[in-house]
Structure formats: C-alpha cells, structure tokens
C-alpha cells in the first residue's frame, strides 16, 4: 500500500506541468565614472573598478571612508590614527602607523583635489559616488597611483533646488548633523551648491588612568562649496572649494587589547585643511575633449600619540 502511494506520488509530481517564471527585460540606469581622464560608462570603462553610489554610502550610515570600502575587493585600509590613512589595493600600498608615507602607492583624491598622504579627510557627506580604480593609473595620477585610485566625488549642482538634512545619534555620546543646499544662482548658467557636516563622539575608549571617556574623541567639520558656470554649450568650468577641520584624540594603544586605557598623554590626529581645485572642460566636437585642471590645498596636521602606552616612565 504505501509502495502504492509512493508511485502515485512520483507519477503525479513527474506529469506536472513545470511553471517558469516570466523574465521582463529592464535596462539598468547607467552609471558614469569620472575618475579615467574623461567621464565614461562603467562598463565601456576598461578598468577593474568599483564604484559606490550615495545611496550605499546613506544605507550603512558612513561617515568616513573607512565605512564603505570593504565593498571593494581586494581593497584594505589601514588606520594607526584615528580614522583609516592608509590603503592597499592588491596588497600593494602603505600600511605605516606612525608617520606618512612617502609614496603612498594609493592615490586618494576629493573633487580633484589629491589627499594620498592624509586620508582622514575623506569624510562622506554629500559625496556623491566613491570610485575605486584597481591597477595601475600612473598615466593620469602620477606615482601616487601605482597600485590605484580612489576617487571621491561631491554631489553636482543642478537646475533644480535641492536640500538635503542629515541627524544621527548614536552611543558613546556621538551626534551629527549635516545641511547641504544646491540649485540654480543664474538659470541654465551658473550653478550653486554648498554643504557643511559637524560629527562629534567621545570614542569608544575609556581612559582608567586620567579617568576619562573621551581621549579617543572625534570632532570633525566638513565644508564644500561647488559653482558650476556653464559658459557655453561646449565649454563648462567648475569651482570646488573644500574646508576640513579635524580635531580628533588618538588614545587607542592597550597592553591587553581591550578598551581601557592607561596612557597619561594621549594623542592628538588633527587636520586643518583649505583647498580648491578649478577644471575646464571643453567638447570641440565628438570625438575631442580637452581638460584642464589646477588644485591648491594646505593644511596643517598634528599627529601624537603616547609610546609607552601607559603611566609609567
């Protein structure tokens, strides 16, 4: 009897008529790079790349680089400060913890401006997509890209008024807050938009000795300023001005790995940064382009930390 059953059973599920699922084709939105020499196509961009847009970057709640870039393969970062300075593509780059390399392998660059040896200012909001080139880019980047690029991009100006509000509040006493405004100062001619983001947290280190909660604090400011001039249907000329202001401790050194501190000097990773970087594009016809660019940053930077990593002489 259940020989019997089991047969039916088989017979009724092998005589079935098998359902497929109706496939629509859809076209993907297309997504442009811009760190190659000229905006392109991902996929007719013959470069082993990955690219991280804003909604990924909103998704995880990123506020540094550091955040996003285990999306990349064989990408690694490495810190030794209190942010991550250091990157390796491939297993080629620097992985120093106590002072900048001199050829940091890994080129880093923000709207065109180079950051290789001060990671720390890659800071996230209003960053519009983060581009991550594997390989070398030494055509277009120097020696700063012998092994890759990673390129961060503010988001572009439009003709149409845009706002963006951003709030977080977190553990270890951690809040943000960031305001971005864009839109047209002249219609179809001069374009505007302009962001600033304050993050601050205590860290996650507690410090027994100087009884303290926040030596490994973060206190970061992030101000970026684009203007857009559309001079003429071939010709666009692009302002990116960038203001950092990074005043965060480094205290994060333990004789048995865990989160308490005994250093009676903790240390400082602070940045004061001004930059601006002015491109001209011009498109004399389809198959013609010419670009220049020119970029200006200074900045100040203090590193510190305590070498004993303790109280004790």
Do not use: C
Not at 134 to 154: D, V, W
Not at 187 to 208: A, C, E, I, P, Q
Not at 249 to 275: C, E, I, V
């Amino acid at each position: 009897m259940k020989v019997k059953t089991l047969a039916i059973a088989v017979s009724t599920a092998m005589s079935s008529p098998v359902a497929l699922a109706e496939v629509t084709p859809a076209d993907l939105p297309s997504m442009i790079v811009s760190a190659d020499f000229r905006p392109n196509d991902a996929h007719d961009t013959p470069i082993s790349l990955t690219t991280i847009d804003q909604d990924t970057i909103e998704s995880r709640g990123a506020q540094h680089i550091e955040d996003v870039l285990n999306l990349a393969p064989n990408v690694n970062v490495s810190s030794g400060a209190s942010r991550g300075q250091y990157f390796q593509i491939r297993g080629i780059g620097e992985r120093s913890e106590f002072q900048a390399p001199l050829n940091p392998s890994v080129g880093m660059y923000i709207d065109g401006i180079d950051f290789s040896r001060s990671g720390g200012a890659a800071t996230l909001f209003d960053i519009e997509s983060v581009e991550i080139l594997r390989g070398p880019q030494g055509t277009r980047y120097g020696a700063n890209g012998m092994a890759g690029t990673i390129n961060l991009k503010s988001t572009e100006p439009t003709n149409d008024l845009a706002m963006k509000f951003e709030s977080t509040l977190a553990t270890y006493n951690t809040h943000a807050e960031g305001i971005a405004v864009g839109g047209p100062l002249i219609d179809n001619t001069l374009l505007g938009r302009f962001s600033v983001h304050s993050y601050k947290s205590d860290g996650y280190m507690d410090n027994d000795f100087l009884g303290r909660d926040n030596t490994q604090n973060r206190d970061e400011i992030t101000a970026r300023g684009h203007l857009k001039w559309l001079a003429t249907d071939d010709l666009t000329i692009d302002l990116n001005v960038l203001h950092l202001n990074i005043d965060n401790g480094y205290d994060a050194f333990t004789l048995d790995n865990s989160r308490n501190t005994f250093s009676d000097q903790p240390g400082k990773d602070a940045q004061n940064t001004n930059a601006f970087a002015l491109k001209a594009d011009y498109h004399a016809n389809d198959k013609v382009q010419l670009q220049s660019s020119l970029s200006y940053s200074k900045s100040n930077l203090e590193y510190s930390y305590d070498d004993d990593w303790s109280y004790k002489s």
